[in-house]
């Protein structure tokens, strides 16, 4: 590939970084390599060859690397998201999820002494700022597992708790 976008000139504080960081033992490798690879380019080699210097095969993802850092400064050595799923939940209705899941709840208004995913999301999905779309992982990411971590009250005076039979079988 040729030089259609070349490196910046680089700053004295930007060669110090990626010269400190190609020399860093405990850093992650990728941003090992991209400090390399950049101070490679900057010393006048081609994407091509830079790539070869450090036991890459394309010059082509040193020039994304590249134009990436001209852009973006010293943040392109970080490796940004790889991927997934985006979070559909915003940190309003996180924290309202996680309150519920908090909360303990009672046999007179939820039926029930133990909390479950599922009873967070019925109580969720009926609450008056309503959210119709519910994530588990959520909770989950909250510290609160399928039982474990959810907050629950004790039985009613009278109310004997019912215990799963060993060969009981977890519906989820």
């Given at each position: 590939?040729?030089?259609?976008?070349?490196?910046?000139?680089?700053?004295?504080?930007?060669?110090?970084?990626l010269?400190?960081l190609?020399?860093?033992?405990s850093?992650?490798?990728?941003?090992?390599?991209?400090?390399?690879?950049?101070?490679?380019?900057?010393?006048?080699?081609?994407?091509?060859?830079?790539?070869?210097?450090t036991?890459?095969?394309?010059?082509?993802?040193?020039?994304?690397?590249?134009?990436?850092?001209?852009?973006?400064?010293?943040?392109?050595?970080?490796?940004?998201?790889?991927g997934?799923?985006?979070?559909?939940?915003?940190?309003d209705?996180?924290?309202?999820?996680?309150?519920?899941a908090?909360?303990?709840?009672?046999?007179?208004?939820d039926?029930?002494a133990?909390?479950?995913?599922?009873?967070l999301?019925?109580a969720l999905?009926?609450?008056?700022?309503g959210?119709?779309?519910?994530?588990?992982?959520?909770?989950r990411?909250?510290?609160?597992?399928?039982?474990?971590?959810?907050?629950?009250?004790?039985?009613?005076?009278?109310?004997?708790?019912?215990r799963?039979?060993a060969?009981?079988?977890?519906?989820?």
């Open positions: 590939m040729s030089h259609t976008r070349p490196l910046r000139p680089l700053t004295t504080d930007e060669r110090t970084e010269t400190a190609s020399h860093a033992q850093a992650p490798a990728i941003e090992v390599t991209r400090a390399i690879l950049l101070l490679l380019v900057s010393n006048g080699h081609s994407y091509q060859c830079a790539a070869r210097e036991g890459r095969k394309s010059g082509d993802a040193v020039a994304h690397l590249v134009a990436r850092f001209n852009t973006d400064g010293l943040a392109a050595v970080t490796p940004r998201h790889g997934g799923r985006a979070s559909i939940d915003d940190t209705a996180r924290t309202r999820i996680l309150r519920e908090n909360r303990t709840p009672t046999p007179q208004h039926g029930t133990t909390c479950s995913l599922t009873l999301r019925k999905r009926a609450a008056p700022d959210l119709p779309r519910v994530s588990c992982r959520r909770t990411s909250g510290g609160f597992g399928r039982t474990h971590g959810l907050p629950t009250s004790e039985p009613a005076p009278g109310v004997q708790r019912v799963p039979s060969n009981a079988k977890l519906g989820w």
